[in-house]
C-alpha cells in the first residue's frame, strides 16, 4: 500500500520495486499500474485476471491437459490483464512491455469486449493507464504528475 504521501507517486512506486526491470518488464509495469489505481481510485476494485500462467517442464499430454482444464476452468484467451470495477461500468487495461505486441487472440477479443460497450485500453506505463481512465471520463484523486509525450 502507498503512504508516504510526502513524495512524488512516481518515486513512491520505484521504491516499492515496481520499476520495470528486465526480466519481467510487463508485471513490474502492471504492479506499478495497481499501485498507482488503487490509490487514484480508492472506491473502485481494481484486479488482475491471471491468464497467461503456462505449464513450463511438463510433457506434451500434460500441457495439453493442463490448457483444456483451464479452458474449462473459465480461462479465456485474450482477456485484459486488469479490471477495473467503477460504479455502472468496467474499464479493462492490457499491459505491455514498451516493445510488446497485442496477440492474436487479443486481437479476436478485445473488439468483442469493446461490442459489448466495455472500454479496452493497451497501455505500456502508469502514464498510459492515468491518461486511458481520463479518457474514459474517470476521475482519479491522484495523478502521476506527469504528461504523456
Known amino acids: 500500500m502507498l503512504v508516504a504521501h510526502d513524495m512524488p507517486l512516481t518515486d513512491e512506486i520505484e521504491m516499492l520495486g515496481a520499476r520495470p526491470k528486465r526480466r ?13 489505481l488503487r ?13 497467461e500462467r503456462g505449464a513450463d517442464g511438463r510433457t506434451e499430454g500434460a ?9 474449462a476452468s473459465g480461462v479465456v484467451a485474450g482477456f485484459p490483464d486488469l ?6 461500468r468496467v474499464v479493462f487495461l492490457e499491459v505491455k512491455a514498451p516493445r510488446g505486441v497485442v496477440s492474436e487472440s487479443q486481437e479476436l477479443l478485445h473488439p ?22 481520463t479518457a474514459e471520463g474517470v476521475r ?10
Not at 39 to 49: E, T
Not at 63 to 71: E, M, T
Not at 112 to 133: K, N
Open 83 to 88: 479490471m477495473v470495477l467503477l460504479p455502472q
Open 24 to 36: 519481467a518488464p510487463e508485471m513490474d509495469i502492471q504492479k506499478g499500474i495497481v499501485a498507482f
Open 140 to 149: 482519479l484523486s491522484a495523478s502521476t504528475g506527469r504528461r504523456r509525450p
Open 63 to 71: 500441457r495439453l491437459r493442463y490448457g483444456a482444464l483451464r479452458k
Open 39 to 51: 490509490r487514484a481510485l480508492p472506491h473502485a476494485v481494481v484486479a488482475a485476471i491471471q491468464n
Open 112 to 133: 468483442r469486449i469493446r461490442a459489448l460497450g466495455h472500454p479496452v485500453h493497451i497501455v505500456r506505463s502508469i502514464e498510459d493507464a492515468e491518461a486511458a481512465m
